[in-house]
């Protein structure tokens, strides 16, 4: 089958998939740009691009009206579908790379999809695979000076599940050794591996020392042309993003580990491990803040430097609403005038196979001391 067969029957799926779900209707006041769209596109007409492209704006500015986790359903779904007919419009105009982006960051946008996923999927098919052997077999090795840890983490070396319990019932950080298996620790410590499963995938950055400077701020770029720059000891940071829901042949790579499934009498029932990847050059920094569920902290490359202070800490956080979990004090260059009465720090260095338990409510402050990829289970 040719090319451009392949992408009318593409173009044909994604038009009936989206119909099955009925996202816009008479009562919604994009329904006019949308059946507009989708006769332009039946009828392969030229104007598809216009009236797709003003369809998808539109979408996309609903989803900044409100907080992400108050965006009716509704509304992502009209914003998937108009990703999708946007897509299929690019298409037709013989735009491949424009319809792959499209819907790489509609992904981005609204999380995983069904009809995102096959889109994408085949959309990779159809660009064929890249050589990215030229960004080498190994990450830089150039590595800033560990820290003197003088208030040392408590280390335990591949523990039970009923060992880690106890921990996680008192609620206290501990250094897991030996307990990462997976074949990521291996495979991920190549870049042109990386890139061969994602280099053609758009995913956020952040930009800038770390979220609390004025002058931070996110962008989109292609895995494989960030890698290059990750290579050179250079680029943003992939930080806090579901890599593996959006590349699933990462997920592979990896294992979720049995501790995140012990009862701590605090979860609620059936809830699911979340995922985030971290990954960046040498001195990428998450300034000291807590996070509301139990984390297993798992180090895939590189080393990272990490300072935890307990939840009933004084630790001056912000006092704006969007930074209220976030500490003002730089832990690694306290001012005690400042900022007085510090107490119960503990500190650690995580390397490749060491997985940092991070109890829920804990502080804790994140630097790279070389190209760096953890991940992260909250649970």
Not at 89 to 113: E, K, R, Y
Not at 252 to 263: A, E, H, M
Not at 277 to 283: E, H, L
Not at 301 to 314: E, H
Request: contains cysteine; hydrophobic residues 35%; charged residues 20%.
């Amino acid at each position: 089958m040719d090319s451009e067969q392949r992408i009318r029957d593409i173009i044909t799926t994604c038009l009936s998939e989206i119909s099955k779900e009925g996202a816009f209707t008479d009562a919604t006041p994009q329904n006019h740009l949308y059946t507009s769209t989708l006769h332009h596109l039946q009828t392969q007409s030229p104007q598809s691009l216009s009236h797709a492209t003003a369809l998808h704006e539109h979408t996309h500015e609903t989803l900044h009206t409100l907080p992400y986790n108050l965006i009716p359903p509704q509304d992502r779904t009209q914003y998937t579908h108009a990703t999708i007919l946007k897509a299929c419009a690019q298409l037709l105009c013989n735009d491949l790379p424009a319809a792959f982006q499209t819907v790489d960051i509609g992904l981005v946008m609204v999380g995983s999809h069904p009809i995102l996923h096959a889109l994408i999927t085949s959309l990779e098919d159809l660009m064929g695979d890249r050589d990215y052997t030229y960004l080498g077999t190994q990450f830089p090795k150039l590595s800033d000076p560990e820290p003197t840890i003088t208030h040392p983490a408590p280390i335990i070396k591949a523990p039970s599940v009923l060992t880690f319990q106890t921990y996680l019932n008192q609620n206290k950080p501990i250094l897991i050794q030996g307990a990462v298996e997976w074949p990521a620790l291996h495979l991920w410590q190549n870049p042109s591996y990386i890139a061969q499963q994602a280099g053609n995938r758009t995913v956020p950055i952040e930009i800038g020392k770390d979220y609390t400077e004025r002058e931070w701020t996110q962008g989109f770029v292609k895995v494989g042309e960030w890698l290059e720059e990750v290579v050179k000891g250079r680029g943003g940071y992939l930080a806090q993003y579901d890599l593996f829901a959006h590349v699933p042949q990462l997920r592979r790579d990896i294992l979720v580990p049995d501790y995140c499934f012990v009862d701590d009498n605090d979860s609620d029932d059936g809830r699911d491990v979340l995922l985030h990847a971290w990954f960046g050059p040498k001195g990428t920094i998450s300034p000291l803040h807590h996070d509301p569920y139990q984390n297993l902290f798992a180090q895939i490359v590189g080393t990272k430097f990490i300072v935890l202070y307990p939840p009933d800490a004084n630790v001056y956080p912000h006092d704006t609403d969007l930074l209220r979990n976030t500490s003002q004090v730089d832990v690694e260059h306290v001012d005690s005038s400042k900022f007085p009465g510090l107490e119960g720090r503990l500190e650690c260095v995580v390397r490749p196979g060491e997985m940092l338990f991070i109890p829920k409510g804990w502080w804790h402050y994140v630097r790279a001391l070389s190209t760096s990829l953890s991940v992260s289970f909250w649970f």
